[in-house]
Antibody, heavy 127, light 108 residues
Framework: QGRLVESGGGVVRPGTSLRLSCVAS????????MHWVRQAPGKGLEWVAI????????DYADSVKGRFTVSRDNSKNTLYLHMSSLRVEDTAVYYC????????????????????WGQGSLVTVSS | SSELTQDPAVSVALGQTVRITCQGD??????AAWYQQKPGQAPVLVTY???NRPSGIPDRFSGSTSGNTASLTITGAQAEDEADYYC???????????FGGGTKVTVL
């Protein structure tokens, strides 16, 4: 099943930067696509970024594109989220989650899911 | 753009059955996954694929799909099932990740 543990959150001023880390154990990190998902206080889940298992492909939500960068160090089983030009609206709990890859059935459906998730790291952007 | 739509809230009497729905065009070819989230905790996977449950998830949770609608059914709801539930899908044309807005389930 595995475990993910985030760290690096805190209180920062608007316009500054912060880096989150997510350390994996008990799973094959180097062969897993990884995601960051955030949840603003009292709000729903918002996908933030994806990084493929080998770091070759990344993608971002429009709300963070150009400001956030996802990276990984497979030798350390660690995923990172570099956040810059932070805004008040970036305040959220940030979760990392493993992508299980795509599956297909005979009916022509595909499916996929995130599991496990980390416990989350709170980032508060406030002046 | 693709999106997933859930009812904001639903209530169910203890021991009764409740169905939570999620609508979206991607669900015509992608089986939704469902997550349970309790206050202050990370989301927990409850169903995935056509109707699969991870180990440790009670069999009162089941998933289904029809057309553009995915459903999570709790048969015989328990007090501990009170939580927010989120559906998840992917737009396979661009690999974008989609979450529904969440449904708050209250067990009366």
């Amino acid at each position: 099943q595995g475990r993910l543990v985030e760290s690096g959150g805190g209180v920062v001023r608007p316009g500054t930067s912060l880096r989150l880390s997510c350390v994996a154990s008990g799973l094959t990190f180097s062969s897993s696509g990884m995601h960051w998902v955030r949840q603003a206080p009292g709000k729903g889940l918002e996908w933030v970024a994806i990084l493929w298992f080998d770091g070759s492909t990344e993608d971002y939500a429009d709300s963070v594109k150009g400001r956030f960068t996802v990276s990984r160090d497979n030798s350390k089983n660690t995923l990172y989220l570099h956040m810059s030009s932070l805004r008040v609206e970036d305040t959220a709990v940030y979760y990392c989650a493993r992508d299980t890859g795509y599956y297909y059935d005979s009916a022509g459906y595909s499916y996929n899911w995130f599991d496990p998730w980390g416990q989350g790291s709170l980032v508060t952007v406030s002046s | 753009s693709s999106e997933l739509t859930q009812d904001p809230a639903v209530s169910v009497a203890l021991g009764q059955t409740v169905r939570i729905t999620c609508q979206g065009d991607t669900l015509r070819s992608f089986y939704a996954a469902w997550y349970q989230q309790k206050p202050g905790q990370a989301p927990v996977l409850v169903t995935y694929g056509k109707n699969n449950r991870p180990s440790g998830i009670p069999d009162r949770f089941s998933g289904s799909t029809s057309g553009n609608t995915a459903s999570l059914t709790i048969t015989g709801a328990q007090a501990e099932d009170e939580a927010d539930y989120y559906c998840y899908s992917r737009d396979t044309t661009n690999n974008h990740v989609l979450f529904g807005g969440g449904t708050k389930v209250t067990v009366l």
